[in-house]
């Protein structure tokens, strides 16, 4: 009986789904019924309510949505992949895990909704002109959002509390498929609400004056909706790893016995497996949305990468630095698991060296491009200790010589355990030293060679090879790798749990610089809007239309950030009181 | 729980740090507020008033020095004199202009009727331009407004001004916000005063402000006597300073100093020692 | 293998490598129709 009940009820909501896609097809097409331009606001059309100041509600909201929305979006992800990797490999440690994380984002899903009724509710009270204008062009996609949001919701209880029910041969295949369901409806969430905030920077489907021609999908599909939605996508996934690879350090923390330690100690090794994984083409995401937003305008390129805005990423260097090296600090202190690691540990200072060094050029600031009067507050278009550093291709190439050095960590740490049983090991060692030199070479050939001593032109063009390059280092290295450890023997069991302390400490690091690095990529990505609220199409005439200072911002960010942590906090309590249970002697008549 | 409070304090002193060097660890630019429409009072306007006006838009709200400056993005304006006529001689040139004034303003107000060779959109070759219409959009100069960067642009340019004061303000603005007169500003008494107006220390530098751009002025009264500073003020490209490139130092000064700043400017800086 | 057997298949190794990056950087620059090599 209950069983049919639930089927019903999926199938139901299948049909739901479908006929709702199937709609807008149609619908898209629809006439356009006399849309007005976009309404010309005064400061006395954004209402002050109860004396706060209205941007800030709304920044500090939104960031709040948007970090729990990643997080609550990315676990289902990778619980996909772990379930699939369960099925597969039949070690049932997999699906326990994969059950883990999905319990973690249970309660943070329920704040999310929260958080984005209360986004929703602060936009009207605050912005009704803003809000009413995108409703008209989005009303479609605005109330498809809201039924999907209920398949959503139900998918997601559906896999949860059926996680042990749904257990053995057929019902596992139907268990996954509901994960898959829930990722697709997850993901086309975060296109819809995607499709709005890029409408905002570049719109279309309207003309000069902000007059829709009725073709919503044009408004969805504009310039640099794809851009951001593959930047999200991707860095949603790193930031939902380390944030459940948090989770699993703080358990690790209190853990009492080994065998938790043990067990905690895998979650957030593959917690920061998978963030490491995703971290590694995110700057590569990050170029290609810039080059997308200078192509879209070049205006507003150089206010991204100009300006004031500079010195964010200058800031975000610092940010990603700090992943990048407590991430491989992280693998580092991990090879203490294995007692073959010893072999490896002289090879560490070096790639420290290395981190550091790159992490070094990127920290150099690039060449400012500046309107006048910020020009005289900053004295001047270059940094005074600016030097050559500050172009593009010299970061460029430090970015790649990280990303190869943290694979060489990743590297070493595989074979830290393991003792090669071929006979050309020797040789494959060696090929794959050489394969390593030739290709930092090539890098740093073409960063240098093309960077120093060629046109704009060329300059980026090399940034293709080079990362092909440190495409190919890795692939090649890691096929080269499963030959020459071909029936490899273990040099002993690997001691889960063996990992100081000041490890998961990186594990937290990790999870609080992605916050803040979102936070304070939220604040450019809005800012370089500037006094539009549609760019170039509705001004934003509130006395807060300015734009803030660094420092302000940074400001914002970390107070938004620690309100975060504590309902991240609250969370995982709630997850943990949930198996609590405390027996009242005497209180219950017997 | 103290392994709790540690984990605590230990985030907080991360997200701390991180806004400590954000707020302490880089300069603090307050960025220029959003842009108003100038107030203009036509009828009282001088030629003077007119060409300073434009010089304020073509810095200020136009935006335009975000690309039209020494780093290459897009042509240098102060030798349009010289490039306009070469632009309507050009046999790529397909735009209706048939003058001077016509191609400057048909520059502004449709940019890709004639795109200078190599500056268009990537991947267009040069049949787009990537400078905005400046009558609308994100720039959106109203019509007395964008006749004031056109004389501007003559005058710094080295043409003779054909652009004509216009008698009245167009449509969209009404005389209530059309007020107050344009009045001359006060002259500036003190050295500092004038080198923050002209940001001469954003090329240079003076004492403690460091500027990379234009030739140390720390002590120039050592090597220079006051007629040398005098014509490096009036007329920079006479003389070039070894090293430096010509036509980044402004050579407008002699319209916009007053002669009793101009003073000001050569006592100074002759006892620069 | 002996050090100078090895030092020497360790320079040919890097010299294939290399070369096999070179292909990679000619055929990229072509693509986007450059040259490797810069001619001002």
């Not at chain 1, 074979?415 to 030293?433: H, P």
Request: hydrophobic fraction near 50%.
């Amino acid at each position: 009986m209950r069983k049919t009940l639930s089927f019903g009820f999926l199938a139901s909501l299948v049909a739901l789904v479908v006929c709702v896609l199937a709609g807008t097809g149609p619908a898209l097409a629809q006439e356009a019924a006399g849309f007005g331009p976009a309404p010309v606001l005064t400061a006395a059309d954004y209402p002050t309510v109860a004396g706060v100041n209205g941007r800030l509600v709304i920044w500090i909201v939104a960031q709040l949505h948007l970090w729990f929305a990643a997080f609550v979006l990315a676990v289902p992800i990778f619980v996909f992949i772990i379930e699939a990797i369960g099925m597969r490999t039949r070690d049932k440690r997999y699906d326990d895990m994969a059950y883990e994380f999905i319990k973690v984002s249970i309660t943070a899903y329920s704040i999310t909704a929260i958080l984005g009724g209360l986004l929703l509710f602060s936009l009207i009270l605050f912005y009704p002109h803003l809000f009413g204008y995108l409703s008209t062009i989005f009303s479609k996609s605005m109330f498809y959002y809201a039924l999907l949001f209920f398949g959503e919701s139900a998918v997601l209880y559906l896999y949860y509390y059926g996680w042990h029910w749904l257990q053995g041969d057929l019902r596992k295949w139907i268990h996954l498929s509901l994960g898959l369901l829930l990722n697709a409806i997850g993901t086309t969430l975060m296109l819809l609400a995607n499709a709005w905030l890029t409408f905002m920077m570049s719109p279309a489907g309207v003309d000069p004056a902000g007059v829709f021609n009725g073709n919503e999908w044009e408004a969805i599909h504009n310039f640099l909706w794809n851009p951001i939605n593959i930047h999200r996508f991707v860095a949603n996934i790193a930031y939902g790893g380390s944030i459940v690879g948090a989770y699993a350090a703080f358990k690790f923390l209190t853990a009492r016995t080994s065998q938790e330690k043990a067990h905690y100690d895998w979650m957030g090794y593959n917690a920061n497996f998978i963030a490491i994984c995703a971290l590694l083409p995110l700057p590569f995401a990050g170029y290609y949305l810039a080059a997308e937003i200078y192509a879209y305008s070049q205006q507003m390129g150089i206010t991204l990468m100009g300006g004031i805005f500079a010195w964010l990423f200058i800031i975000q260097a610092v940010l990603i630095g700090a992943l990048f090296l407590s991430a491989n600090y992280y693998l580092w202190c991990g090879m203490g698991r294995s007692d073959g690691a010893r072999r490896y540990y002289w090879a560490i200072k070096y790639i420290a060296i290395v981190l550091i060094g790159a992490f070094l050029v990127w920290f150099t600031p690039h060449t400012l491009v500046l309107t006048n009067s910020e020009l005289k507050s900053l004295g001047g278009p270059h940094h005074s200790i600016l030097g050559p550093l500050g172009i593009m291709p010299a970061k460029n190439t430090a970015v790649n010589l990280m990303i190869i050095f943290t694979f060489l960590s990743f590297l070493i740490y595989r074979r830290s355990n393991k003792v090669a049983t071929v006979s050309w090991e020797g040789m494959g060692n060696t090929l794959q030293v050489a394969l390593f030199t030739a290709g930092i070479l090539n890098i740093l050939f073409l960063g240098i060679y093309h960077g120093y001593f060629t046109n704009t032109v060329y300059k980026v063009a090399a940034s293709i090879p080079q990362v092909l390059t440190t495409f190919v280092v890795i692939v090649v290295s890691l096929v080269l790798d499963s030959f020459i450890y071909r029936g490899a023997r273990d040099v002993g069991p690997l001691h889960w749990g063996r990992i100081p302390d000041r490890a998961q400490y990186a594990l937290f690091l990790l999870a609080v610089a992605f916050t803040w690095l979102m936070g304070l990529m939220g604040y450019i990505r809005s800012g370089i809007r500037q006094h539009w609220h549609v760019v170039d199409i509705m001004r934003d005439n509130s006395p807060n239309a300015f734009t803030p200072t660094l420092g302000y911002a940074a400001n914002v960010v970390s107070v938004a950030a620690v309100i975060f942590l504590t309902l991240v906090i609250f969370v995982f309590w709630i997850a943990k009181v949930s198996s609590v249970k405390t027996l009242p002697a005497g209180y219950w008549k017997e | 729980m103290r392994q709790f409070l540690s984990v605590i304090a230990f985030m907080l002193i991360v997200i701390g740090s991180f806004s400590a060097y954000s707020n302490l660890g880089i300069p603090q630019i307050e960025p220029a507020p959003p842009p108003t429409e100038e107030v203009i009072d036509l009828g009282s306007m001088d030629m003077g008033q007119f060409l300073a006006l434009g010089d304020r838009i073509f810095n200020g709200k136009g935006t335009c020095t975000l690309c039209h400056n020494s780093l290459g993005r897009a042509p240098m304006l102060d030798q349009i004199g010289s490039n306009a006529q070469a632009r309507l001689d050009d046999a790529r040139y397909a735009g209706s202009a048939t003058d001077i004034e016509g191609y400057l303003r048909e520059s502004l107000t449709d940019p890709s009727a004639y795109v200078v060779a190599g500056f268009g959109k990537a991947g267009t070759n040069d049949t787009e331009s990537p400078m905005p219409g400046t009558e609308s959009g994100s720039i959106a100069l109203s019509g007395p407004e964008l006749a004031a960067v056109l004389a501007f642009l003559q005058d710094n340019g080295g043409l003779e001004v054909t652009v004509e004061i216009p008698t009245d303000m167009g449509d969209e603005a009404t005389d209530e916000n059309a007020a107050e007169p344009g009045e001359p500003r006060a002259p500036f008494t003190s050295f500092q005063d004038l080198s923050d107006e002209f940001a001469c220390e954003a090329c240079h530098t003076i004492g403690e402000e460091a500027g990379d751009l234009g030739p140390n002025l720390s002590a120039i009264g050592a090597t220079r006597d006051r007629d040398y500073i005098r014509r490096a003020l009036l007329d920079p490209n006479a003389e070039i300073a070894e090293g430096f490139e010509e036509g980044m130092m402004p050579d407008d000064l002699g319209t916009q100093l007053y002669a009793t700043e101009l003073e000001l400017l050569i006592d100074h800086l002759s006892q620069l020692k | 293998m002996g050090f100078a057997r090895k030092t020497l298949f360790f320079a040919a190794a890097v010299a294939a490598c290399g070369a096999g990056f070179l292909v990679l950087d000619v055929v990229m620059m072509n693509m986007q129709g450059l040259d490797l090599i810069f001619e001002k």
